[in-house]
T-cell receptor, first 113, second 113 residues
Framework: GQQLNQSPQSMFIQEGEDVSMNCTSS?????WLWYKQDPGEGPVLLIA?????ELTSNGRLTAQFGITRKDSFLNISASIPSDVGIYFC?????????????FGKGTLLTVNP | ETGVTQSPTHLIKTRGQQVTLRCSSQ?????VSWYQQALGQGPQFIFQ???????GRGNFPPRFSGLQFPNYSSELNVNALELDDSALYLC????????????FGPGTRLLVL
């Protein structure tokens, strides 16, 4: 099935560093979402973006909806050990198939204390 | 916690068997979506149920079927299990409107031997 291009695949950083990850698509999306998944859990929504160009923050997290509607990025500032996990981007199309989320393959983040 | 529950948490089956997975949606949500997440991949959309009717389907064969009940809980049934069906099965509930956020349950880990 279709998946978004998410990069990087994995990151290993020191506590306190900033992190950036991004997602691109060949299709236009109406909504971009960023989720975090911990081992043995389902994805938890971090940030939702509904408008091209929108920049939204949630604590130390900042995400942007690309102007072309085909990309998004997520930044995490001043990382802490509990940021460890897999981060997924997801796009939701407009029109008749607006129910369906298409996910990236995820970015595995490891934070060294 | 999202209020979405799934059962069982883990399941082991053999090839050719049938399996039923269950999901209880968050209070007030009338829409349930099912996703398959293979190891190292992002979730892939299977189908969605809205008010007891299938509301859209991803690229999965007919041996993947579902039901939604009047209380909006849902079942995913998989017949004639194959080894590649081994995955984490996630359900997500939402209130069904455009741009409504999908909240995920913890998933059911299925292993097919």
């Amino acid at each position: 099935g279709q998946q978004l291009n998410q990069s990087p695949q994995s990151m290993f950083i020191q506590e306190g560093e900033d992190v950036s990850m991004n997602c691109t698509s060949s299709s236009i999306f109406n909504t971009w979402l960023w989720y975090k998944q911990d081992p043995g859990e389902g994805p938890v929504l971090l940030i939702a973006l509904y408008k091209a160009g929108e920049l939204t923050s949630n604590g130390r997290l900042t995400a942007q909806f690309g102007i072309t509607r085909k990309d998004s990025f997520l930044n995490i500032s001043a990382s802490i050990p509990s940021d460890v996990g897999i981060y997924f981007c997801a796009g939701q199309p407009s029109g008749g198939s607006n129910y369906k989320l298409t996910f990236g393959k995820g970015t595995l983040l490891t934070v060294n204390p | 916690e999202t209020g979405v529950t799934q059962s069982p948490t883990h399941l082991i089956k053999t090839r050719g068997q049938q399996v039923t997975l269950r999901c209880s949606s968050q209070s007030g949500h009338n829409t349930v979506s099912w996703y398959q997440q293979a190891l190292g991949q992002g979730p892939q959309f299977i189908f969605q149920y809205y008010r007891e009717e299938e509301n859209g389907r991803g690229n999965f064969p007919p041996r993947f079927s579902g039901l939604q009940f009047p209380n909006y809980s849902s079942e995913l049934n998989v017949n004639a299990l194959e080894l590649d069906d081994s995955a984490l099965y996630l359900c997500a509930s939402s209130s069904g409107g455009v741009q409504e956020t999908q909240y995920f349950g913890p998933g059911t880990r299925l292993l097919v031997l």
